[in-house]
T-cell receptor, first 113, second 114 residues
């Protein structure tokens, strides 16, 4: 089992719809969870971080965390063509004495005008 | 604040050569991590430096090494380059404080080995 898994893409949604991106992780002691957006040919950009169970909203983005189910998701409301990118889930797990960040393989999102 | 900077942005090297990449973190960030990104393997962790000490290391051969200077700037070196080392090398900096491990990436160095 991989440490961080994401739903395989590509994911296509029409403009204006809600895009739902999912991520599961294997380490129960994971503490911090991040979503990064990466446009083709560019570096990853941090868009959301979440540390506690529940929802966290930032504009059109909502991150949802369920530690009991070891599941974190990202919802993008009113999806725009500019949201078309690869979304990377990252999980910070305590390894030895320091946090270690593990990235998932990413989900490619395409928003169709 | 200025973002993370990496130099050079593009590099073409020949198999067997060695290369040094540089990263300047966001001011005040003491943690610098290096990643290799390829289409087939995704984002793979190389190593992390904090206060001039390597505190985490990924599963890469000893040809990959790094260091961090007292001003938090970091370099990574790859010796005896192989064709498979062609990749985007990303540097990320973090305050590394408390539970938060928010990382901010530089633009990357695109390395091509011929």
């Amino acid at each position: 089992q991989k440490e961080v898994e994401q739903n395989s893409g590509p994911l296509s949604v029409p403009e204006g719809a809600i895009a739902s991106l999912n991520c599961t992780y294997s380490d129960r002691v994971s503490q911090s969870f991040f979503w990064y957006r990466q446009y083709s040919g560019k570096s990853p950009e941090l868009i959301m971080s979440i540390y506690s169970n529940g929802d966290k909203e930032d504009g059109r983005f909502t991150a949802q965390l369920n530690k009991a189910s070891q599941y974190v998701s990202l919802l993008i409301r009113d999806s725009q063509p500019s949201d078309s990118a690869t979304y990377l889930c990252a999980v910070s797990s305590l390894k030895t004495s320091y946090d270690k960040v593990i990235f998932g393989p990413g989900t490619s999102l395409s928003v169709i005008p | 604040k200025a973002g993370v900077t990496q130099t050079p942005r593009y590099l073409i090297k020949t198999r067997g050569q060695q290369v040094t990449l540089s990263c300047s973190p966001i001011s005040g960030h003491r943690s610098v991590s290096w990643y290799q990104q390829t289409p087939g393997q995704g984002l793979q962790f190389l190593f992390e430096y904090f206060s001039e000490t390597q505190r985490n290391k990924g599963n890469f051969p000893g040809r990959f090494s790094g260091r961090q200077f007292s001003n938090s700037r970091s370099e990574m070196n790859v010796s005896t380059l192989e064709l498979g080392d062609s990749a985007l090398y990303l540097c990320a900096s973090s305050e590394s404080r408390g539970r938060s491990y928010e990382q901010y990436f530089g633009p990357g160095t695109r390395l091509t080995v011929t």
